[in-house]
């Protein structure tokens, strides 16, 4: 039995980003297939098409627990206890993954060697650095034609402003892909086909560069070519540092296909060597240790209804210290209350499992009965402590909505408050105001198609929106602030959020401008805190 330092040491939990269509689904399914999670490629679906992320939802009513969209999926390797945790791709759902990132310890970067770096890879990848995590690029479809790999290293260091180490180097691209050689071994792996592409592990052999047999096998020009490419990288800047890496400033780079399998296992054999531990996390006293044996979580997402016939909601907890065993009781902070952690469940590639443990770094999924929020703790410390929140991002968009049937008043109420505490929505309303119309804020649009979607279908309500002007939103910090005694522009509109707090929702940056020149006492912020 290997003990409780052990078990959370040997624990690695990262998220995977990437523009759509780069290969995070097939690369996630051939990192599952490696830890022996599942025998055969095939059986994790990738979604598809321009709505992807709103028939993923549609999509989950139906297969939820199959879909890797589902959170999170755990499989063993080489002694590793490895989590992965799925983003979705879609930049509406950007604050999403933002969360996700909050309960991951590292990231992976996957790129489309003939695309290079893509509009949604900037995006993600700015959201990785403000949590200032480790970044692990692999570099995807070398077996269709691609980009010169120094152009690609170039425009990641150039577009993305972090500096790149190359862990492995490609032998040739699309029908001449041979295989990678690995920079710290001084190896070639080049692979060889056997039995249906992709769907088994690749076979490798192993073989020093400037082996005459090798010309044979890559082809004389391919050889001379890396030999030439690794003489270059050997004497250009590129230096490997681990600290930079630990700190999101570089980013061990390799190359592969997914596909085929090509450079999948020695990109995961790298990663798990490079990426740290569980982290320790910041909270009200001070950085937690995860090899404390006190247990503490956080709460950082939440998905309601993932069983129709039961109407449950799924909080999904990162452990940040301790262990977690089934019927534990946990105080919870921020509701103040013991509460018994009757049922952890976790996924396991294609089975939604009950967990009786689980260790610091792990997610599970416990069960909600409605109370948990985004950001809330859970411990059994005997001096509860809170782990710093996670910021909302400000909405972008807003909507005035209403039901259609006003019978329906009270699971309109429940469907727009459950679906706010997820963090997908944030519902405000006029000063003093009841629940007959919510303004909806959002950071992308999308969000309102889900939130249509998904209060017809799971609480049966129709609803009517209308697209309200608002571009900006800032909550009053100032907290005897009366906001109708504030000289405003007159697009200024005061509202206030569920938990009472007043803000402005503005059209224009020049209307914020505005109001603090003509209110001097205020003190406005872009964060609800
Ligand atoms: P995503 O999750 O990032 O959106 O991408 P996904 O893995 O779904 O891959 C998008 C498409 O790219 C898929 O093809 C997939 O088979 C293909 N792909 C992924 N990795 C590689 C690779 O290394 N080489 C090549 N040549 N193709 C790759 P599709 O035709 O859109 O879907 P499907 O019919 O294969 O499911």
Known sequence: MENFIEQIDKRRTFAIISHPDAGKTTLTEKLLLYGGAIQQAGIVKGKKGARAAVSDWMEIEKQRGISVTSSVLQFRYNGY??????????????????????????????????????????????????????????????????????DLLEEIEQVLGIETYPMNWPIGSGKEFKGVYDRNKKEILAFQHSGKVGQQQA????????????????????????????????????????????????????????????????????????????????????????????FSAF??????????????????????????????????????????????????AS???????????????VFDPGIFSIGDTLTTAKTPFAFAGIPTFAPEHFSRVSQVDTMKRKQFVKGMEQIAQEGAIQIFKELGGGMEEVIVGVVGVLQFEVLEYRLKNEYNVDIRMQNLPYSFIRWIENEDCDPKALNLTSDTRRVEDFKGRKLLLFTNAWSITWAEEHNKELRLSEVGR
């Open 351 to 365: 089975e939604r499992e009950i967990v009786e443990e689980a260790y610091a770094g792990d997610i599970i999924g």
């Open 81 to 150: 206890c490895v989590n992965i945790l799925d983003t979705p791709g879609h930049q509406d759902f950007s604050e999403d993954t933002y969360r996700t990132l909050m309960a991951a310890d590292s990231a992976v970067m996957v790129i489309d060697a003939a695309k290079g770096v893509e509009n949604q890879t900037k995006k993600l990848f700015k959201v990785c650095t403000m949590r200032g995590i480790p970044i692990f690029t692999f570099i995807n479809k070398m077996d269709r034609d691609a980009q010169n790999p120094f």
């Open 299 to 348: 709460v950082f997402k939440i998905q309601a209804n993932m069983n129709k016939a039961h109407r449950d909601r799924i909080a999904f907890i990162r452990i940040c210290s301790g262990k977690f065993e089934r019927g534990m009781d946990v105080f919870h902070v921020q509701g103040g209350k013991k509460v018994k952690l009757a049922q952890g469940t976790q996924l396991m």
């Open 203 to 294: 076979e490798k052999i192993e073989a020093q560069l400037g082996d005459p047999g090798l010309d044979e096998l890559l082809t004389k020009s391919l050889h001379d070519t890396l030999s030439e490419d690794i003489e270059l990288l050997d004497g250009a800047a590129y230096e490997f540092n681990l600290d930079k890496v630990r700190h999101g400033m570089l980013t061990p780079v390799f190359f592969g296909s997914a596909l085929t399998n090509f450079g999948v296992e020695p990109f995961l054999a790298d990663f798990l060597r490079l990426s740290p531990p569980p982290l320790p996390r910041d909270s009200s006293a001070g950085p937690i240790d995860p090899r404390r044996e006190d």
